[in-house]
């Protein structure tokens, strides 16, 4: 009986939380999972943004953040704040130049929202930059294919009609209006990094405002049967931010926004803009060439 008692205290002493008599144990990704929710918030908001970003990435990258309550997730969030999540994106996405993505985009452009979102398969480099674009069936566009790359022609796109028109391969300036017309933003604005940046920009006109910058609420949910967790910001619109409202769905496994949803004064939805699904990979300079003989003529 004795023996037992002594395995039972020696198997608690080694599942408690380590203490240090000086002070609280160091924040560490793995300290988090225990530490109460209310010293999280607490000690995160005195941190640097570069000390808030390299948790978030750790956090993420390592597997925790899928395993961590709802409450001290939430904590997490509310210490590092808005900017530190911004800036993990960065740090992640500079470490993965190039991916493929389905890119899923709805907008409304002079009033009109489109019925369907367009679905399109992209290629991104970030630096530098390189972009192409397939608009995948059941679109307004199907089969459109969009070229840039910014070491040939930096101001221009090269675009090739889709359907019967397939024929039909036009070079246009990237602000010209039949690139312009369904859409509020620059056509090499579509991935992730143009999102963050969104977001990025929101952020810092905010703060020139004296607005503030915190979520309006934050909870796990499930999107695709992926456990996300979900922000929600309510900001003045513009000229002081992009849109009045904001939903983001932050991804748990990778430091990465899957879906934006952006809401008009009126609480309408403006934009969405979603990630259907990521794939980290190497591209060539071929991936963007227009006379790729792999893509469709």
């Known amino acids: 009986m004795f023996r037992t008692v002594l395995y039972v205290?020696?198997?608690?002493?080694?599942?408690?939380?380590?203490?240090?008599?000086d002070g609280p144990a160091p924040l560490t990704p793995q300290a988090v999972t225990y530490t109460a929710a209310a010293e999280l918030r607490d000690r995160l908001s005195q941190?640097?943004?570069?000390?808030?970003?390299?948790?978030?990435?750790?956090?993420?990258?390592?597997?925790?953040?899928?395993?961590?309550?709802e409450v001290r997730l939430i904590a997490v969030l509310q210490g590092t704040g808005p900017d530190a999540a911004v800036e993990a994106t960065r740090r992640y996405l500079a470490d993965r130049p190039t991916y493929e993505a389905i890119f899923l985009k709805?907008?409304?452009?002079?009033?009109?929202?489109?019925?369907?979102?367009?679905?399109i398969l992209i290629r991104v480099r970030?630096?530098?930059f390189g972009l192409y674009g397939k608009w995948l069936s059941g679109?307004?566009?199907?089969?459109?294919?969009?070229?840039?790359?910014?070491?040939?022609?930096?101001?221009?796109?090269?675009?090739?009609?889709?359907?019967?028109?397939?024929?039909?391969?036009?070079?246009?300036?990237?602000?010209?209006?039949?690139?312009?017309?369904?859409?509020?933003?620059?056509?090499?604005?579509?991935?992730?990094?143009?999102?963050n940046q969104l977001l990025a920009d929101d952020l810092r006109k905010l703060r020139?405002?004296?607005?503030?910058?915190?979520?309006?609420?934050?909870?796990?949910?499930?999107?695709?049967?992926?456990?996300?967790?979900?922000l929600r910001y309510e900001?003045?619109?513009?000229?002081?931010?992009?849109?009045?409202?904001?939903?983001?769905?932050y991804d748990l496994e990778e430091p990465i926004p899957r879906l934006l949803e952006l809401y008009d004064a009126e609480g309408t939805l403006a934009e969405y803009f979603e990630f259907e699904s990521i794939?980290?990979?190497?591209?060539?300079?071929?991936?963007?060439?227009?006379?790729?003989?792999d893509y469709d003529s």
């Open 9 to 21: 205290a020696a198997l608690l002493v080694l599942a408690a939380p380590p203490c240090r008599a």
């Open 47 to 69: 941190w640097s943004l570069e000390r808030r970003a390299e948790l978030l990435l750790a956090l993420t990258t390592s597997g925790i953040a899928t395993q961590l309550d």
């Open 106 to 119: 709805q907008e409304r452009v002079k009033g009109r929202w489109p019925e369907v979102p367009d679905r």
């Open 126 to 128: 970030s630096q530098p």
């Open 139 to 195: 679109g307004r566009h199907e089969g459109l294919q969009i070229f840039h790359d910014a070491t040939r022609d930096p101001g221009n796109i090269r675009a090739h009609v889709g359907g019967f028109l397939s024929f039909i391969k036009v070079t246009l300036p990237l602000d010209h209006w039949a690139v312009r017309r369904d859409t509020n933003h620059r056509v090499t604005d579509m991935g992730l990094a143009a999102t």
């Open 208 to 230: 020139a405002a004296a607005s503030p910058t915190e979520a309006k609420s934050i909870r796990l949910v499930t999107h695709r049967g992926r456990r996300v967790v979900e």
């Open 235 to 249: 900001h003045p619109g513009p000229p002081v931010s992009y849109a009045h409202g904001a939903r983001v769905l």
């Open 279 to 293: 794939t980290w990979k190497e591209l060539g300079t071929e991936a963007f060439d227009p006379e790729n003989p």
